[in-house]
């Protein structure tokens, strides 16, 4: 959110070299001062999608970052955004590299999580309509939304940003299992509310627990296709037909104000440490610096309010089912899979050149994607490797995965995060009416309530890239495995 630019003149024709069907290698020498070549992973025709505007330009920007190490990535959903490309890995030297807030972006923890259930198309759509009424009533949406039954002091902000999800299952809010089932717990241990401003604390307050607008939705949805049994099964899903929640949205005005303040100091910290840089846009300081390190801790700050963000929305999903069909959500087996981040700075572990280094992990627009056996997977996944959760645009469908060994030789332990915009907002708005998008998604079975048909506009499915193909991309890559393709009964929108 707030990131996606309308291009306007000719993009820069950038040298790409052929590595593979689906691996792209954008010189050292096209740009002076890039450390690394960039690599872009994506197949010929998202590939032409991402010459049109400035993503491979802004990857070999991202490659001029001191310390990074191996090559600077574009994933397959790449798409122009602020300094990194959206769709952006970068990897840089724990002690001698640096951190960007552009590396991050706007909407701190934009994520996913998945909860499933025991129930089947055949169970929910009679009281398809009545229950997406009820999560629309109880989880707030777009623009300013609030529940006026929940409010936190900033005392309890600071909970919230300092403790994330668990603090959120001691109010009460959630099942104790779901911090297992969280990245990181569902909390980052970095996060120090007095790097936050006032202004951030005054923005977040108040949007605890609610979806946002934009490209943030939630979903019930159904399996349409089980491609790794085994692994579904693991996951906990058993047969297709089987209805899923997907809640996607993320740190609100809380993490972009975070961002904003943290950008003009990483504007100053360029000019005090002389770092030289081909786009403004890419500010930053290094990793052991005070400026980098106050934004590491802010930034985590913005991690726990956006699990913590989704935690109370699946809370209230939960009361939703229990008002609808009188039972507890318990009643329902409404666990959660996982809750992935998709825009996020983290301190991990990686080898290059056969050595393993500690380094500064950006992902903007990139899901984490860990193998079987790392000690990062929850235990009981363990044997199969990290749930990898890829959204589709409104009214398509939207992919489970798991992480894979090839994903940490390739990209830092790194997949898509979705299917990547085709149309800028403004662009979408010019060529669709959000009525017409709700009477198509309707015509096709779905129900749809959004709280503006301008979002309708935006979000159409048209001002997207194939989800199907970037799973697929990911899949033939190897750096995630596809698991399970799920396809939406209601949509949820801001």
């Not at 969280?182 to 007095?194: L, S, V």
């Not at 996020?344 to 992902?363: F, L, P």
Request: net charge neutral; glycine share 10%.
């Amino acid at each position: 959110m707030g990131e996606e630019k309308e291009y306007r003149g000719p993009p820069p024709k950038v040298p790409l070299e052929k590595i593979s069907e689906f691996m792209w290698r954008i010189p050292q020498k096209y740009k002076r001062g890039m450390r690394v070549p960039g690599l872009v992973l994506a197949d010929a025709e998202l590939l032409e999608k991402m010459k049109t505007d400035r993503t491979l330009d802004q990857c070999a920007n991202v490659a001029h970052l001191p310390g990074i190490y191996k090559y600077a990535i574009t994933l397959p959903d790449g798409h122009e955004g602020y300094g990194f490309p959206i769709g952006g890995v970068a990897a840089t030297d724990y002690e001698e590299g640096v951190v960007s807030p552009g590396g991050v972006g706007y909407d701190i923890n934009c994520g996913v999580r998945l909860l499933t259930t025991n129930m089947s198309e055949a169970d929910i759509r009679p009281k398809l309509v009545e229950l997406t009424n009820a999560i629309f009533n109880n989880v707030p949406c777009g623009l300013g939304s609030r529940r006026k039954d929940f409010h936190v002091t900033f005392n309890e902000l600071d909970r919230i940003a300092r403790e994330g999800v668990p603090w959120l299952i001691e109010q009460g809010l959630g099942w104790k299992e779901d911090i297992e089932h969280c990245e990181e717990r569902g909390h980052m241990e970095a996060a120090d509310p007095n790097k936050v401003s006032s202004a951030a604390k005054n923005r977040g307050i108040t949007q605890i627990g609610t979806l946002g607008s934009g490209n943030h939705f939630l979903e019930i949805q159904k399996v349409n296709k089980i491609y790794d049994p085994k692994v579904a099964k693991t996951f906990g899903i058993t047969h297709e037909g089987q209805i899923t929640v997907m809640i996607h949205c993320g740190s609100r005005g809380f993490g972009h104000q975070i961002c904003s303040d943290y950008l003009r100091v990483m504007e100053r910290a360029v000019h005090k440490y002389k770092i030289e840089l081909p786009d403004r846009e890419l500010a930053c300081a290094p990793g052991n610096s005070d400026e980098a390190q106050d934004y590491y801790q802010a930034m985590a700050c913005a991690v726990n309010y956006a699990f913590a963000n989704r935690q109370a929305i699946a809370h209230w999903v939960r009361q939703s089912f229990e008002q609808v069909f009188k039972k507890p959500a318990e009643t329902f087996d409404l666990k959660l899979v996982y809750d992935v981040a998709h825009n996020i700075a983290k301190i991990e572990d990686h080898k290059v050149n056969g050595e393993t280094k500690k380094v500064w992990i950006h992902r903007k627009g990139a899901t984490r994607a860990f193998p079987p056996n790392h000690e990062a997977v929850p235990a009981d996944y363990r044997p199969v490797g990290q749930p990898v959760i890829i959204p589709g645009s409104m009214g398509t469908s939207s992919w489970l995965l798991v992480g894979t060994v090839k994903a940490m030789e390739v990209s830092f332990g790194s997949t898509a995060h979705g299917a990547g915009r085709m149309l800028s907002r403004a662009a979408a708005k010019r060529q669709f009416w959000g009525g017409d998008v709700k009477k198509t998604l309707e015509s096709r079975g779905m129900v749809i309530r959004a709280a503006s048909q301008v979002v309708l506009a935006e979000e159409a499915d048209p001002a997207y890239k194939d989800v199907d193909k970037v799973a697929e991309v990911s899949d033939k890559l190897g750096i995630a495995t596809r698991v399970v393709r799920l396809v939406p009964l209601a949509v949820v929108k801001g």
